[in-house]
Protein backbone atom coordinates (compact mmCIF):
# COMPACT_ATOMS: atom_id res chain seq x y z
CA UNK A 1 0.00 0.00 0.00
CA UNK A 2 1.38 3.43 -0.31
CA UNK A 3 3.04 4.65 2.83
CA UNK A 4 2.75 8.79 2.38
CA UNK A 5 5.20 9.19 5.13
CA UNK A 6 8.38 8.13 2.56
CA UNK A 7 7.15 10.59 -0.11
CA UNK A 8 9.14 13.95 -0.53
CA UNK A 9 7.99 16.62 -2.98
CA UNK A 10 10.46 15.36 -5.37
CA UNK A 11 9.55 11.31 -5.04
CA UNK A 12 5.93 12.85 -5.89
CA UNK A 13 6.55 14.99 -8.81
CA UNK A 14 8.64 11.79 -10.59
CA UNK A 15 6.01 9.42 -9.69
CA UNK A 16 3.35 11.53 -11.27
CA UNK A 17 5.06 12.85 -14.25
CA UNK A 18 6.23 9.44 -15.22
CA UNK A 19 2.76 8.01 -14.70
CA UNK A 20 1.92 10.73 -17.01
CA UNK A 21 3.90 9.65 -19.80
CA UNK A 22 3.16 5.76 -19.05
CA UNK A 23 -0.28 6.68 -19.68
CA UNK A 24 0.08 8.14 -22.28
CA UNK A 25 2.27 5.50 -23.82
CA UNK A 26 -0.20 2.55 -22.77
CA UNK A 27 -3.02 4.11 -24.91
CA UNK A 28 -1.90 2.53 -28.57
CA UNK A 29 -0.52 -0.43 -27.06
CA UNK A 30 -3.48 -1.51 -25.06
CA UNK A 31 -5.42 -0.82 -28.93
CA UNK A 32 -2.81 -2.66 -30.57
CA UNK A 33 -3.32 -5.75 -28.42
CA UNK A 34 -7.02 -5.58 -28.63
CA UNK A 35 -6.99 -5.72 -32.16
CA UNK A 36 -4.28 -8.86 -31.68
CA UNK A 37 -6.99 -10.41 -29.66
CA UNK A 38 -9.74 -9.88 -32.07
CA UNK A 39 -11.92 -7.92 -29.18
CA UNK A 40 -12.99 -4.17 -29.14
CA UNK A 41 -10.21 -1.67 -28.31
CA UNK A 42 -12.41 -0.42 -25.30
CA UNK A 43 -11.31 -4.18 -23.85
CA UNK A 44 -8.06 -3.59 -23.79
CA UNK A 45 -7.77 -0.14 -22.25
CA UNK A 46 -10.22 -1.67 -19.56
CA UNK A 47 -7.84 -4.31 -18.69
CA UNK A 48 -4.98 -1.84 -18.86
CA UNK A 49 -6.73 0.57 -15.99
CA UNK A 50 -8.07 -2.13 -13.81
CA UNK A 51 -5.49 -4.24 -13.46
CA UNK A 52 -2.62 -1.26 -13.46
CA UNK A 53 -4.31 0.20 -10.69
CA UNK A 54 -4.92 -3.46 -8.85
CA UNK A 55 -0.76 -4.05 -9.04
CA UNK A 56 -0.40 -0.60 -8.19
CA UNK A 57 -1.93 -1.28 -4.87
CA UNK A 58 -1.07 -4.90 -4.27
CA UNK A 59 1.68 -5.80 -6.56
CA UNK A 60 5.16 -6.93 -5.17
CA UNK A 61 7.25 -4.09 -6.60
CA UNK A 62 6.19 -0.61 -6.58
CA UNK A 63 6.34 1.62 -9.96
CA UNK A 64 6.08 -2.03 -11.85
CA UNK A 65 3.22 -1.35 -14.77
CA UNK A 66 0.66 -3.66 -15.95
CA UNK A 67 -2.18 -4.14 -18.58
CA UNK A 68 -2.98 -5.67 -22.01
CA UNK A 69 0.37 -6.96 -23.16
CA UNK A 70 0.93 -9.09 -26.63
CA UNK A 71 2.05 -12.20 -24.62
CA UNK A 72 -1.47 -13.02 -23.15
CA UNK A 73 -3.27 -11.66 -26.17
CA UNK A 74 -2.03 -14.32 -28.49
CA UNK A 75 -3.31 -16.84 -26.28
CA UNK A 76 -6.62 -15.05 -26.70
CA UNK A 77 -5.71 -15.63 -30.49
CA UNK A 78 -5.91 -18.96 -30.41
CA UNK A 79 -9.06 -19.29 -28.27
CA UNK A 80 -10.79 -17.20 -30.67
CA UNK A 81 -10.31 -19.57 -33.30
CA UNK A 82 -11.56 -22.38 -31.39
CA UNK A 83 -14.44 -20.70 -30.58
CA UNK A 84 -14.81 -19.87 -34.41
CA UNK A 85 -14.29 -23.71 -34.89
CA UNK A 86 -17.33 -24.55 -32.44
CA UNK A 87 -20.00 -22.07 -33.63
CA UNK A 88 -19.14 -22.10 -37.41
CA UNK A 89 -22.83 -20.96 -38.43
CA UNK A 90 -23.04 -17.60 -36.30
CA UNK A 91 -22.65 -14.00 -37.99
CA UNK A 92 -19.76 -11.93 -37.46
CA UNK A 93 -21.33 -10.20 -34.94
CA UNK A 94 -22.49 -12.73 -32.87
CA UNK A 95 -19.55 -14.63 -33.29
CA UNK A 96 -17.19 -11.16 -31.71
CA UNK A 97 -19.80 -10.85 -28.79
CA UNK A 98 -19.20 -14.91 -27.92
CA UNK A 99 -15.48 -14.57 -28.28
CA UNK A 100 -15.42 -12.01 -25.63
CA UNK A 101 -17.73 -13.96 -23.09
CA UNK A 102 -14.97 -16.62 -23.80
CA UNK A 103 -11.99 -14.12 -22.69
CA UNK A 104 -13.52 -12.55 -20.00
CA UNK A 105 -14.35 -16.25 -18.24
CA UNK A 106 -10.93 -17.31 -19.63
CA UNK A 107 -9.30 -14.26 -17.68
CA UNK A 108 -11.45 -14.72 -14.50
CA UNK A 109 -10.10 -18.43 -14.54
CA UNK A 110 -6.71 -17.31 -15.42
CA UNK A 111 -6.63 -14.94 -12.49
CA UNK A 112 -8.07 -17.74 -9.97
CA UNK A 113 -5.32 -20.15 -10.69
CA UNK A 114 -2.81 -17.03 -10.40
CA UNK A 115 -4.15 -16.00 -7.23
CA UNK A 116 -3.61 -19.97 -5.96
CA UNK A 117 -0.08 -19.66 -6.94
CA UNK A 118 0.81 -16.95 -4.84
CA UNK A 119 -0.96 -18.18 -1.45
CA UNK A 120 1.27 -21.63 -2.22
CA UNK A 121 4.59 -19.35 -2.79
CA UNK A 122 5.37 -21.21 -5.63
CA UNK A 123 6.75 -17.55 -7.08
CA UNK A 124 10.24 -18.24 -6.15
CA UNK A 125 10.22 -20.52 -8.43
CA UNK A 126 11.39 -17.91 -10.86
CA UNK A 127 14.87 -18.49 -8.90
CA UNK A 128 15.30 -21.57 -11.22
CA UNK A 129 15.51 -19.96 -14.45
CA UNK A 130 19.14 -19.44 -14.94
CA UNK A 131 20.70 -15.85 -16.32
CA UNK A 132 21.15 -16.63 -19.60
CA UNK A 133 17.85 -17.41 -19.91
CA UNK A 134 17.19 -13.90 -18.42
CA UNK A 135 19.11 -12.38 -20.80
CA UNK A 136 17.54 -14.03 -23.40
CA UNK A 137 14.27 -13.10 -22.22
CA UNK A 138 15.25 -9.21 -21.65
CA UNK A 139 16.70 -9.87 -25.92
CA UNK A 140 14.00 -11.34 -26.87
CA UNK A 141 11.15 -8.63 -25.54
CA UNK A 142 13.12 -5.92 -26.85
CA UNK A 143 13.29 -7.32 -30.19
CA UNK A 144 9.36 -8.11 -29.83
CA UNK A 145 8.46 -4.60 -28.76
CA UNK A 146 10.61 -3.11 -31.67
CA UNK A 147 8.83 -5.11 -34.09
CA UNK A 148 5.41 -4.56 -32.76
CA UNK A 149 5.99 -1.01 -33.97
CA UNK A 150 6.44 -1.86 -37.70
CA UNK A 151 2.70 -2.52 -37.76
CA UNK A 152 1.79 1.66 -37.59
CA UNK A 153 4.04 2.22 -40.59
CA UNK A 154 2.07 0.30 -42.96
CA UNK A 155 0.15 1.84 -45.80
CA UNK A 156 -3.55 2.27 -45.61
CA UNK A 157 -3.83 0.75 -48.96
CA UNK A 158 -1.59 -2.18 -47.65
CA UNK A 159 -4.24 -4.85 -48.84
CA UNK A 160 -4.25 -3.68 -52.69
CA UNK A 161 -0.33 -3.74 -52.89
CA UNK A 162 1.70 -6.45 -54.55
CA UNK A 163 4.85 -7.82 -53.11
CA UNK A 164 7.18 -6.03 -50.90
CA UNK A 165 8.76 -4.11 -53.22
CA UNK A 166 5.44 -1.82 -53.30
CA UNK A 167 4.64 -2.44 -49.94
CA UNK A 168 7.73 -0.55 -48.93
CA UNK A 169 7.94 2.00 -51.13
CA UNK A 170 4.13 3.01 -50.28
CA UNK A 171 4.97 3.05 -46.97
CA UNK A 172 8.21 5.28 -46.96
CA UNK A 173 5.98 7.97 -49.61
CA UNK A 174 3.02 8.07 -47.16
CA UNK A 175 5.32 8.44 -43.99
CA UNK A 176 7.78 10.29 -44.43
CA UNK A 177 6.74 12.88 -42.08
CA UNK A 178 6.26 9.65 -39.43
CA UNK A 179 10.09 8.66 -39.67
CA UNK A 180 10.89 11.99 -39.05
CA UNK A 181 8.83 12.59 -36.06
CA UNK A 182 10.02 8.81 -34.92
CA UNK A 183 13.64 10.26 -34.99
CA UNK A 184 13.20 14.00 -33.21
CA UNK A 185 11.28 11.93 -31.03
CA UNK A 186 14.15 9.33 -30.33
CA UNK A 187 16.65 11.80 -30.63
CA UNK A 188 14.61 13.77 -27.47
CA UNK A 189 14.36 10.92 -25.43
CA UNK A 190 18.34 10.20 -25.48
CA UNK A 191 20.17 13.84 -25.42
CA UNK A 192 17.15 15.67 -23.05
CA UNK A 193 18.05 13.72 -19.73
CA UNK A 194 22.18 14.83 -20.15
CA UNK A 195 21.07 17.91 -19.57
CA UNK A 196 18.02 18.09 -16.90
CA UNK A 197 15.79 15.20 -15.23
CA UNK A 198 13.41 17.76 -14.32
CA UNK A 199 10.61 16.57 -16.47
CA UNK A 200 10.54 13.25 -18.24
CA UNK A 201 11.78 13.39 -21.92
CA UNK A 202 9.28 10.99 -23.08
CA UNK A 203 6.55 13.59 -21.66
CA UNK A 204 8.65 16.48 -23.54
CA UNK A 205 8.40 14.42 -26.47
CA UNK A 206 4.49 13.83 -26.17
CA UNK A 207 3.55 17.03 -25.67
CA UNK A 208 6.15 19.22 -27.80
CA UNK A 209 5.18 17.26 -30.63
CA UNK A 210 1.96 16.73 -30.82
CA UNK A 211 1.77 20.70 -30.84
CA UNK A 212 3.66 21.33 -33.22
CA UNK A 213 1.77 18.70 -35.34
CA UNK A 214 -1.38 20.69 -34.33
CA UNK A 215 -0.38 23.93 -35.34
CA UNK A 216 1.22 23.14 -38.72
CA UNK A 217 -1.59 20.51 -38.88
CA UNK A 218 0.88 18.24 -40.49
CA UNK A 219 -0.30 14.81 -42.35
CA UNK A 220 0.73 12.42 -39.88
CA UNK A 221 -1.11 8.96 -38.61
CA UNK A 222 -2.95 10.40 -34.95
CA UNK A 223 -3.77 7.61 -31.93
CA UNK A 224 -7.54 8.50 -33.34
CA UNK A 225 -7.34 6.87 -36.54
CA UNK A 226 -6.27 4.12 -35.05
CA UNK A 227 -9.93 3.61 -33.10
CA UNK A 228 -12.92 5.47 -32.36
CA UNK A 229 -12.73 6.29 -28.59
CA UNK A 230 -15.43 8.98 -28.27
CA UNK A 231 -18.00 6.93 -26.52
CA UNK A 232 -16.38 5.12 -24.10
CA UNK A 233 -17.53 5.12 -20.40
CA UNK A 234 -16.01 3.72 -17.44
CA UNK A 235 -15.93 -0.18 -17.21
CA UNK A 236 -18.96 -1.27 -15.11
CA UNK A 237 -19.90 -4.64 -13.42
CA UNK A 238 -20.86 -7.67 -15.94
CA UNK A 239 -21.23 -11.47 -15.70
CA UNK A 240 -19.83 -13.83 -18.57
CA UNK A 241 -23.28 -15.25 -19.80
CA UNK A 242 -22.81 -18.72 -18.57
CA UNK A 243 -25.81 -20.16 -21.11
CA UNK A 244 -23.07 -19.79 -23.86
CA UNK A 245 -20.73 -22.14 -22.36
CA UNK A 246 -20.85 -25.89 -23.03
CA UNK A 247 -18.71 -29.08 -22.20
CA UNK A 248 -16.68 -28.57 -25.12
CA UNK A 249 -16.69 -25.01 -24.76
CA UNK A 250 -15.10 -25.44 -21.32
CA UNK A 251 -12.33 -27.76 -22.91
CA UNK A 252 -11.61 -25.11 -24.74
CA UNK A 253 -11.49 -22.13 -22.03
CA UNK A 254 -9.64 -24.89 -19.09
CA UNK A 255 -6.26 -25.21 -21.02
CA UNK A 256 -6.44 -21.72 -22.63
CA UNK A 257 -7.03 -20.20 -18.82
CA UNK A 258 -3.75 -22.18 -17.47
CA UNK A 259 -1.86 -20.96 -20.40
CA UNK A 260 -2.68 -17.60 -20.20
CA UNK A 261 -2.03 -17.60 -16.19
CA UNK A 262 1.47 -19.38 -16.88
CA UNK A 263 2.62 -16.81 -19.83
CA UNK A 264 1.67 -13.96 -17.30
CA UNK A 265 3.31 -15.15 -13.89
CA UNK A 266 5.97 -15.93 -16.13
CA UNK A 267 6.39 -12.09 -17.51
CA UNK A 268 5.48 -10.46 -14.97
CA UNK A 269 8.08 -12.28 -12.56
CA UNK A 270 11.06 -11.60 -14.75
CA UNK A 271 10.02 -8.13 -15.14
CA UNK A 272 10.03 -8.67 -11.16
CA UNK A 273 13.58 -9.84 -11.27
CA UNK A 274 14.85 -7.53 -14.14
CA UNK A 275 13.80 -4.08 -12.17
CA UNK A 276 14.91 -5.87 -9.11
CA UNK A 277 18.34 -5.48 -10.91
CA UNK A 278 17.80 -1.63 -12.26
CA UNK A 279 16.54 -0.40 -8.99
CA UNK A 280 19.00 -2.77 -6.08
CA UNK A 281 15.82 -3.54 -4.33
CA UNK A 282 14.06 -6.91 -4.21
CA UNK A 283 10.47 -6.97 -4.90
CA UNK A 284 8.13 -10.13 -4.04
CA UNK A 285 7.38 -12.42 -6.38
CA UNK A 286 4.32 -14.43 -3.91
CA UNK A 287 2.74 -10.97 -3.72
CA UNK A 288 3.33 -10.06 -7.35
CA UNK A 289 1.27 -13.92 -8.65
CA UNK A 290 -1.67 -12.87 -6.18
CA UNK A 291 -2.01 -9.27 -7.22
CA UNK A 292 -1.82 -10.23 -11.16
CA UNK A 293 -4.45 -12.88 -9.83
CA UNK A 294 -7.10 -10.08 -8.56
CA UNK A 295 -6.35 -7.78 -11.63
CA UNK A 296 -7.41 -10.26 -14.29
CA UNK A 297 -10.18 -11.61 -12.14
CA UNK A 298 -11.06 -8.16 -11.80
CA UNK A 299 -10.60 -7.21 -15.45
CA UNK A 300 -12.47 -9.91 -16.24
CA UNK A 301 -15.91 -9.14 -14.25
CA UNK A 302 -15.40 -5.47 -15.29
CA UNK A 303 -15.38 -6.48 -19.43
CA UNK A 304 -11.47 -6.51 -19.52
CA UNK A 305 -9.53 -9.01 -20.86
CA UNK A 306 -6.51 -10.74 -19.00
CA UNK A 307 -2.99 -9.35 -18.83
CA UNK A 308 0.38 -8.88 -17.02
CA UNK A 309 3.31 -6.63 -16.07
CA UNK A 310 4.96 -4.73 -19.00
CA UNK A 311 8.51 -4.60 -19.19
CA UNK A 312 8.76 -1.73 -21.87
CA UNK A 313 6.07 0.67 -20.05
CA UNK A 314 7.68 -0.51 -16.33
CA UNK A 315 11.25 0.91 -18.16
CA UNK A 316 9.72 3.88 -19.44
CA UNK A 317 8.36 4.28 -15.42
CA UNK A 318 11.13 3.57 -13.88
CA UNK A 319 14.04 5.75 -16.63
CA UNK A 320 11.50 8.66 -15.74
CA UNK A 321 12.05 8.36 -12.47
CA UNK A 322 8.81 6.42 -10.89
CA UNK A 323 9.86 4.14 -8.33
CA UNK A 324 6.78 4.42 -5.92
CA UNK A 325 3.33 3.34 -6.34
CA UNK A 326 2.32 6.65 -7.03
CA UNK A 327 3.55 6.35 -10.57
CA UNK A 328 1.72 2.90 -11.57
CA UNK A 329 -1.73 4.06 -9.73
CA UNK A 330 -1.03 7.85 -11.40
CA UNK A 331 -0.73 5.88 -14.64
CA UNK A 332 -3.70 3.95 -14.66
CA UNK A 333 -6.16 6.50 -13.03
CA UNK A 334 -4.82 9.42 -15.88
CA UNK A 335 -5.25 6.20 -18.63
CA UNK A 336 -8.92 5.86 -18.06
CA UNK A 337 -10.00 10.22 -17.19
CA UNK A 338 -7.93 10.52 -20.33
CA UNK A 339 -9.70 8.21 -22.53
CA UNK A 340 -13.18 8.93 -21.01
CA UNK A 341 -12.79 12.42 -20.50
CA UNK A 342 -10.40 13.37 -22.63
CA UNK A 343 -10.25 11.29 -25.96
CA UNK A 344 -10.30 14.25 -28.18
CA UNK A 345 -6.84 15.39 -26.82
CA UNK A 346 -5.43 11.54 -26.81
CA UNK A 347 -6.37 11.33 -30.68
CA UNK A 348 -4.49 14.16 -31.62
CA UNK A 349 -1.18 12.51 -30.42
CA UNK A 350 0.46 11.47 -33.27
CA UNK A 351 1.39 7.71 -33.65
CA UNK A 352 4.69 8.22 -33.96
CA UNK A 353 5.71 9.81 -30.87
CA UNK A 354 4.79 6.96 -29.08
CA UNK A 355 6.55 4.66 -31.74
CA UNK A 356 9.37 6.32 -31.05
CA UNK A 357 9.13 6.57 -27.34
CA UNK A 358 8.71 2.32 -27.88
CA UNK A 359 11.85 2.25 -29.94
CA UNK A 360 14.13 3.67 -27.51
CA UNK A 361 12.19 1.05 -24.69
CA UNK A 362 13.74 -1.42 -26.87
CA UNK A 363 16.96 0.04 -27.41
CA UNK A 364 17.30 0.55 -23.02
CA UNK A 365 15.91 -2.98 -22.67
CA UNK A 366 18.06 -5.28 -25.09
CA UNK A 367 21.09 -6.19 -22.65
CA UNK A 368 24.04 -5.29 -25.18
CA UNK A 369 26.23 -6.53 -22.52
CA UNK A 370 25.38 -9.77 -23.31
CA UNK A 371 26.81 -10.09 -26.67
CA UNK A 372 29.89 -8.94 -25.24
CA UNK A 373 29.48 -11.68 -22.94
CA UNK A 374 28.65 -14.07 -24.89
CA UNK A 375 32.00 -14.98 -26.57
CA UNK A 376 33.16 -15.15 -22.90
CA UNK A 377 30.26 -17.77 -21.72
CA UNK A 378 30.52 -21.51 -21.15
CA UNK A 379 28.58 -22.47 -24.85
CA UNK A 380 26.05 -23.88 -22.85
CA UNK A 381 25.15 -20.92 -21.37
CA UNK A 382 25.31 -19.06 -24.77
CA UNK A 383 23.05 -21.70 -26.43
CA UNK A 384 20.61 -20.87 -23.73
CA UNK A 385 20.66 -16.94 -24.44
CA UNK A 386 20.52 -17.19 -28.02
CA UNK A 387 17.54 -19.84 -28.00
CA UNK A 388 15.20 -18.04 -25.47
CA UNK A 389 15.51 -15.25 -27.11
CA UNK A 390 15.24 -16.82 -31.05
CA UNK A 391 12.39 -18.52 -29.41
CA UNK A 392 10.71 -15.43 -27.60
CA UNK A 393 11.01 -13.78 -31.15
CA UNK A 394 9.66 -16.06 -32.96
CA UNK A 395 7.34 -18.69 -30.72
CA UNK A 396 6.09 -17.87 -27.31
CA UNK A 397 7.65 -16.36 -23.98
CA UNK A 398 6.61 -19.37 -21.93
CA UNK A 399 8.02 -21.58 -24.42
CA UNK A 400 10.88 -19.62 -24.29
CA UNK A 401 11.57 -19.69 -20.50
CA UNK A 402 10.70 -23.35 -20.08
CA UNK A 403 12.85 -24.37 -23.09
CA UNK A 404 15.81 -22.45 -21.45
CA UNK A 405 15.27 -24.02 -18.19
CA UNK A 406 15.07 -27.95 -19.52
CA UNK A 407 18.30 -26.80 -21.45
CA UNK A 408 20.39 -25.29 -18.68
CA UNK A 409 19.17 -28.50 -16.51
CA UNK A 410 20.01 -30.94 -19.15
CA UNK A 411 23.96 -29.14 -19.16
CA UNK A 412 23.93 -29.17 -15.22
CA UNK A 413 22.93 -33.03 -15.67
CA UNK A 414 25.57 -33.91 -18.35
CA UNK A 415 28.21 -31.80 -16.74
CA UNK A 416 28.05 -33.25 -12.99
CA UNK A 417 27.33 -36.91 -14.63
CA UNK A 418 30.86 -38.01 -13.44
CA UNK A 419 31.32 -39.68 -10.14
CA UNK A 420 35.21 -40.57 -9.54
CA UNK A 421 37.23 -42.92 -6.96
CA UNK A 422 40.41 -43.35 -5.69
CA UNK A 423 41.30 -46.30 -3.94
CA UNK A 424 43.68 -48.19 -1.44
CA UNK A 425 44.17 -51.58 0.03
CA UNK A 426 44.58 -50.93 4.22
CA UNK A 427 46.69 -52.77 6.34
CA UNK A 428 44.23 -55.37 6.73
CA UNK A 429 43.73 -56.29 3.19
CA UNK A 430 40.24 -54.97 2.43
CA UNK A 431 40.02 -52.31 -0.71
CA UNK A 432 38.73 -48.83 0.01
CA UNK A 433 36.59 -46.81 -2.79
CA UNK A 434 36.79 -43.23 -2.01
CA UNK A 435 33.62 -41.38 -4.02
CA UNK A 436 33.97 -38.24 -4.92
CA UNK A 437 30.99 -36.68 -7.16
CA UNK A 438 27.19 -36.74 -6.79
CA UNK A 439 25.00 -40.20 -7.06
CA UNK A 440 22.37 -39.84 -9.18
CA UNK A 441 20.34 -40.59 -12.14
CA UNK A 442 22.91 -39.48 -14.27
CA UNK A 443 25.83 -40.32 -13.11
CA UNK A 444 24.66 -44.09 -12.15
CA UNK A 445 26.91 -45.26 -14.96
CA UNK A 446 29.31 -43.64 -14.35
CA UNK A 447 29.17 -45.02 -10.67
CA UNK A 448 29.13 -48.50 -11.91
CA UNK A 449 32.07 -48.27 -14.00
CA UNK A 450 34.48 -47.97 -10.96
CA UNK A 451 34.19 -51.26 -9.54
CA UNK A 452 36.48 -54.45 -9.82
CA UNK A 453 34.11 -56.77 -8.40
CA UNK A 454 35.97 -59.88 -10.15
CA UNK A 455 39.53 -59.06 -9.13
CA UNK A 456 38.63 -57.19 -5.56
CA UNK A 457 39.75 -58.69 -2.68
CA UNK A 458 37.23 -60.72 -0.28
CA UNK A 459 36.30 -57.47 1.58
CA UNK A 460 35.45 -54.69 0.02
CA UNK A 461 34.79 -51.11 1.81
CA UNK A 462 33.02 -47.96 -0.30
CA UNK A 463 33.77 -44.57 1.52
CA UNK A 464 30.57 -41.92 0.43
CA UNK A 465 32.18 -39.36 2.43
CA UNK A 466 33.01 -37.00 -0.47
CA UNK A 467 30.48 -38.34 -2.75
CA UNK A 468 26.39 -37.52 -1.67
CA UNK A 469 23.31 -39.91 -2.97
CA UNK A 470 20.94 -37.39 -4.48
CA UNK A 471 17.88 -39.11 -5.78
CA UNK A 472 16.59 -42.65 -6.00
CA UNK A 473 18.55 -43.60 -9.04
CA UNK A 474 21.42 -43.10 -6.75
CA UNK A 475 20.29 -45.58 -3.95
CA UNK A 476 19.17 -48.51 -6.41
CA UNK A 477 22.69 -48.09 -7.98
CA UNK A 478 23.48 -48.81 -4.45
CA UNK A 479 21.73 -51.74 -4.09
CA UNK A 480 22.73 -52.61 -7.58
CA UNK A 481 26.20 -52.95 -6.31
CA UNK A 482 25.67 -54.54 -3.25
CA UNK A 483 23.84 -58.17 -4.95
CA UNK A 484 26.83 -58.23 -7.33
CA UNK A 485 29.32 -58.37 -4.70
CA UNK A 486 27.06 -60.76 -2.48
CA UNK A 487 26.62 -62.56 -5.80
CA UNK A 488 30.62 -62.76 -5.99
CA UNK A 489 30.71 -64.04 -2.46
CA UNK A 490 32.43 -60.84 -1.31
CA UNK A 491 32.10 -58.97 2.07
CA UNK A 492 30.89 -55.30 0.94
CA UNK A 493 30.76 -52.38 3.64
CA UNK A 494 29.27 -48.86 3.24
CA UNK A 495 30.63 -45.67 4.98
CA UNK A 496 29.49 -42.50 5.40
CA UNK A 497 25.85 -42.35 4.57
CA UNK A 498 22.75 -40.69 5.68
CA UNK A 499 19.87 -42.08 7.89
CA UNK A 500 17.89 -40.66 5.08
CA UNK A 501 19.70 -42.72 2.66
CA UNK A 502 20.17 -45.79 4.31
CA UNK A 503 16.55 -46.45 5.56
CA UNK A 504 15.91 -45.85 1.54
CA UNK A 505 18.19 -49.03 0.43
CA UNK A 506 16.90 -52.13 0.50
CA UNK A 507 19.38 -54.68 -0.68
CA UNK A 508 22.61 -52.92 0.62
CA UNK A 509 20.78 -51.52 4.27
CA UNK A 510 22.31 -53.96 6.38
CA UNK A 511 25.99 -53.78 5.03
CA UNK A 512 26.09 -49.91 6.13
CA UNK A 513 27.84 -49.27 8.96
CA UNK A 514 27.74 -46.68 11.53
CA UNK A 515 29.78 -43.57 11.43
CA UNK A 516 29.97 -40.55 13.96
CA UNK A 517 30.26 -38.24 11.22
CA UNK A 518 27.72 -39.93 8.96
CA UNK A 519 25.78 -36.86 6.52
CA UNK A 520 22.57 -35.60 7.31
CA UNK A 521 21.68 -35.01 3.31
CA UNK A 522 17.88 -36.05 2.20
CA UNK A 523 17.38 -38.58 -1.02
CA UNK A 524 14.91 -37.31 -2.94
CA UNK A 525 12.62 -40.31 -3.93
CA UNK A 526 9.17 -40.70 -5.17
CA UNK A 527 6.70 -41.57 -2.69
Known amino acids: MFNLQNYSTQNIKNDILSGAVVAVALVPEAIAFSFIAGVSPVVGLYAAFIIGLVT ?75 QPAMFGFVNGLAIVIALSQFKFFAP ?18 ENTLMYFIVLITMLIMHFLPKFTKAIPSGLVAIVGLTLLVFVTGADTKLVGDLADLSNTSMPSFTLPNMSLFSADAMYLILPSAVLVALVGLIESLLTLSVLDEMSGTRGSGNKECVAQGIGNVSSGFFGGMAGCAMIGQSIINYSSGGLGRLSSFTAAVLLITLVVAFSGVIAIIPVAVLVGIMFMVSIGTFEFSSIRRIKHMPRADALVLVAVTVITVFEDLAVAVVA ?15 IHSRTNINKDGKKIYCLNGPLFFASVASFAEQFDIKNDPKEVIIDFESARVMDSSGAEAIDSITEKYNKAGKKLTLRHLSEDCKKVLKIAGPFCTYEEDDPTYKVAVNI
Not at 156 to 173: P, V, Y
Open 404 to 418: GIIISALVFAWEHAK
Open 56 to 130: SILGGKPGMISGATGAVAIVFVSLGLGVSELNPSLDKEALSMLILHYILLTSIIAGVFQIIVGLLKMGKFIRLVP
Open 156 to 173: SNAEELNGWGELIGASFS
